[in-house]
Each structure stands twice: as C-alpha cells, then as structure tokens.
C-alpha cells in the first residue's frame, strides 16, 4: 500500500467516525442533557490527550493573553456549543437530516469567510454555496413533511452547531502564536470540559441510560481522540486539497449509520439534499485548488 493510499484509508476512517458522532449523538440525546453529556465526553477524552501528549513530547502551548481569549470562544462555541446543540438538535429530527446538514461544514465556514471577515469569493464558492443551501432546504422540506415544527426546530439547531464549529475554524485564523494540533485538541477538551462542566450544573438531569452513557464513552475515544490521530495521519501524507474532499464522507456515513444502526428511513429528498451537499463539497474542494 502506497502512503497516498494509507492517507486516503486514514481520512475516510476519520470522516466515518465524524459521521458517527450524528448516532451517537441521537443515542445521547434520549438519555442524557446535552451539557451534561458534553462535559462527560470532554472528561473521558482528557486523560487520552495528556497521555498522547505526554507520549509524543509534546511541549503545552504558552499562548498571549488575546490569544488565550480566542482559544477560550473557540472552546465554548466549537468544543462545548458545537456537541450541546448537535445533541439537543437530534431530539427533535432525525440522524439522516443532521447528517445531511453536518456536510455543509465547510461550506457554511467559507461563507461565513465571506460574510464576516469579508473574504472575496470565486464564482465557483457562490455555487458551492448555493448548492449546499439548496441541500439544506430539501433536508428541511422533508422534516416538515413529516414532523412539522420539532423537525423544523430540531434542523435549525443542528445547523447551529455548524455555525459554531464554522466559528472554530475562522477564530483559529485568528491565533497570533499558532498551536500544535495535539496540544489544541489537548487544550481545547480542557478548557471544554470547564464550561460543559459549568453550564451542567443548571440542567436537572434524569437517571441516564445504559445506551446514553456507552455512547458518551464512544464519542469521547472514538470520534474525539482515535479521529483525530486518523484525521492527521492521513493529512500528512495527501495534500491539502485532497484531504478536504475527505469532509465529504461524513455526511454519506451519518446517512448510511443512522439507516443501519436506528433503522430509520432515508427519504429521497434526504437523498436529494446530501447530493447538493456533496457536490457543494467537491466544487468548493476544487476552487481552493491552487493554480
């Protein structure tokens, strides 16, 4: 096996256990309050960064106070409101639509470049852009055909938390000092658990389920840390632009698991609204091409 074809294995098992998080999340949500859950996956998974930064000798990062300030929003937004609104959003729809919805991350992120920081866009970005709106309204057509108002409000906030995550991403620009991916993720989960871990103490959680609590063990040491080792190995070894069509596989997994694993039923407008996703993906991936 070729190492190009060792990265495409690596960021395509990455991508599936992204797509996964969507069932485990669904799993989360019947059993468990959405901080509550977060704060128990971020204290899970700390203890496997430590150790893997630890393992690698991987020096803690000694960012500037501005700094410190950006990696805190970006800890609150994408790290705890990211995971708090996935799993709150998937009490009221379906996994087939958040995994629909999750896809136009990095669409959503470029038009957000666009809208905010005031980034000039190609043509072929606005198409992406339009295809991937185009995806999200047949993904929400088909929730209120079939549940009304919850689907609807259980859409939108799915794709709340791709706005949170979009904000990650463009905050992470924004670092003067820039930070070692292992000691962001280390220090992302910290600073994730400290306020999953706050906002908790106003929820009034139930008992919680045998298959909520495995599911918060799984997001946190598969999606969380074993993704992530995935994610980059596989990015050293392709190119950027290659790695980036990888984003697409997620939102095809979230589909097929959220069939295989729930039972739920794939609708074709479900169908129809992933495949403006993927190829608002691909033509995005495309233009980001240099030359």
Avoid at 83 to 111: E, F, K, M, Q
Avoid at 269 to 283: D, E, K, P, R
Wanted: glycine residues 10%; aromatic residues 6%.
């Amino acid at each position: 096996m070729t190492r190009r074809t060792q990265g495409y294995l690596y960021l395509t098992l990455a991508m599936v256990t992204v797509g996964s998080t969507v069932v485990a999340s669904k799993l989360i949500a019947a059993g468990l309050p959405p901080f509550t859950a977060t704060a128990l996956r971020f204290a899970l998974a700390l203890p496997l960064f430590l150790l893997l930064m630890r393992a690698t000798g991987t020096a803690w990062p000694r960012p500037g106070a501005r700094d410190w300030t950006i990696l805190a929003i970006q800890a609150g937004a994408g790290s705890v409101g990211y995971t708090a609104l996935l799993i709150l959003g998937l009490r009221h729809t379906s996994a087939a639509d958040a995994g629909g919805i999750i896809g136009t991350l990095p669409v959503v992120s470029t038009a957000i470049a666009i809208l905010v920081l005031g980034e000039r866009p190609r043509p072929a970005m606005l198409a992406a852009i339009a295809l991937a709106a185009a995806g999200v309204f047949f993904i929400a057509a088909h929730g209120n055909a079939g549940a009304g108002r919850q689907s609807l409000l259980g859409n939108a906030l799915i794709f709340g938390a791709i706005v949170c995550e979009s904000l990650f991403i463009l905050l992470n620009k924004r670092l003067r000092q820039p930070v070692r991916p292992l000691a962001q993720s280390t220090l992302m989960t910290a600073l994730g658990l400290a306020v999953a871990a706050a906002a908790a103490l106003f929820e009034t959680p139930g008992a919680p389920t045998p298959g909520a609590l495995a599911a918060v063990a799984y997001y946190a040491v598969v999606p969380t840390v074993a993704g992530f080792l995935l994610w980059y190995a596989g990015a050293e070894r392709v190119s950027g632009a290659e790695a980036s069509l990888f984003t697409a596989v997620a939102p095809v997994a979230a589909l097929l698991l959220a069939a295989a694993v729930l039972g739920e039923t794939i609708a074709p407008s479900q169908l129809a609204g992933t495949a403006c996703v993927l190829a608002a993906v691909g033509i995005m991936s495309r233009a980001a091409r240099p030359g």
